[in-house]
């Protein structure tokens, strides 16, 4: 807060009466009560400015881990629905946005993870099940009912049957049909149509039903993965973070990792984001970049201290509804909420579940994978 600056005499201000001459002499113009009153009024708005700025700052604090998390749970709270789904924000009318917008299994899962690295009970934990069970066709696909992408198309079919694989096997239930066979019809062809930001999203799946890819499909999605001698690929976080994703998931070592961390290093801003493109292209991009670093560069100063500036940021994005924001100021959304937390969580400043839960690796895009393991 910016305080008035007073006269530096303010404290010595005196009204003096001097005496009118016995010859009148040229009339003065009248200045008012004011010009009277002037300096105390400047002595008021002090006082009553430095009085306010404690309670400023008070307000400027940032939250508990213990306020965030209770807050983040009213959040879903509020957003959980009658059928077990849940909604992208509070207001019924919000689409969503990014992955939220995509599909509408994406926010069931992403509540449904976040419950789970906090030992939540979910608001209604089988009619979630059930709700994600009844989503799923008889060739193994999920679908998504709203959303912007087709669920008939190759990447509405992997992300969708991704998603769902993942938040089920965190509620401990197999899937009524078996999936794998979608897997391995978009791995015939379709593969290479897919945004480069998929690639970790294949043996995530398989992991998801306790199996390994395959080493065909295991092959191809490799030679997709083409990094620059910097270690990014397709210049951009995103596309860098899934094939870091995808070397940890298959228990390889991610190529020029050095040169990777080195990048990711340059890039961060000084707010602590990665915000460096158009925002529709790099909302997920703080997540990503603290990933790599977490898992790459985790025992370098430089690493550590990138990391934290990053949980810096991710808790400005945070808003009064107890959700979190892409950036500081966007409305809150379930897609949101879970980067923004993967964040936090990687960066130390809230705690996950003292035990987590079974294969934490496999909960959403990676915020509880143990590092060099």
Request: hydrophobic letters at 40%; glycine letters at 8%.
């Amino acid at each position: 807060m910016d305080l008035i600056e007073a006269p530096a005499d303010y404290r010595t201000v005196r009204v003096r009466v001097k005496h009118e001459p016995l010859v009148p002499g040229p009339p003065r113009q009248y200045l008012g009560p004011m010009y009277v009153l002037r300096p105390l009024v400047l002595l008021s708005l002090v006082l009553l400015t430095v009085s306010q700025a404690p309670r400023a700052a008070a307000a400027d604090k940032p939250p508990s881990p213990e306020q965030v998390l209770e807050d983040l749970r009213t959040f879903f709270k509020k957003t959980a629905k009658p059928d077990g789904s849940f909604r992208p924000g509070i207001d019924p009318d919000y689409e969503g946005m990014s992955d939220s917008a995509f599909s509408d299994l994406a926010p069931v899962a992403y509540a449904v993870v976040i419950h789970k690295t906090f030992g939540w009970p979910l608001p209604n934990e089988e009619k979630t099940r059930q709700f994600l069970l009844g989503r799923q066709q008889e060739d193994g696909a999920f679908v998504n009912v709203a959303g912007t992408t087709d669920p008939k198309s190759a990447a509405g079919r992997a992300y969708n049957t991704t998603m769902a694989l993942m938040a089920l096997r965190a509620l401990g239930t197999k899937p009524k049909y078996d999936s794998l066979p979608i897997f391995a019809v978009v791995l015939k062809a379709d593969y290479k149509t897919l945004p480069p930001y998929m690639t970790s999203f294949f043996p995530l799946a398989y992991l998801a039903l306790g199996k390994e890819i395959p080493a065909e499909a295991d092959e191809k999605i490799r030679a997709l993965m083409v990094q620059d001698e910097d270690g990014y690929l397709n210049e951009h976080i995103a596309a860098t973070f899934h094939a870091a994703h995808y070397y940890r998931l298959t228990g390889r070592e991610t190529p020029k990792a050095d040169a990777m961390v080195q990048r990711t290093l340059r890039e961060q801003k000084p707010d602590g984001s990665w915000l460096r493109n158009q925002p529709a292209r790099d909302r997920h991009a703080t997540f990503d970049a603290v990933f790599v670093l977490k898992q790459l560069g985790g025992d370098r100063d430089e690493a550590r201290d990138a990391i934290e500036k990053a949980g810096k940021w991710a808790l400005s994005c945070r808003n009064t509804d107890g959700g979190f924001g892409h950036f500081p100021g966007s409305r809150s959304d379930a897609d949101a909420c879970y980067f923004q937390v993967g964040t936090l969580v990687m960066a130390g400043v809230l705690k996950p579940v003292e035990i987590p839960p079974a294969d934490a690796k496999l909960l959403g895009w990676g915020h509880l994978f143990p590092v060099g393991k």
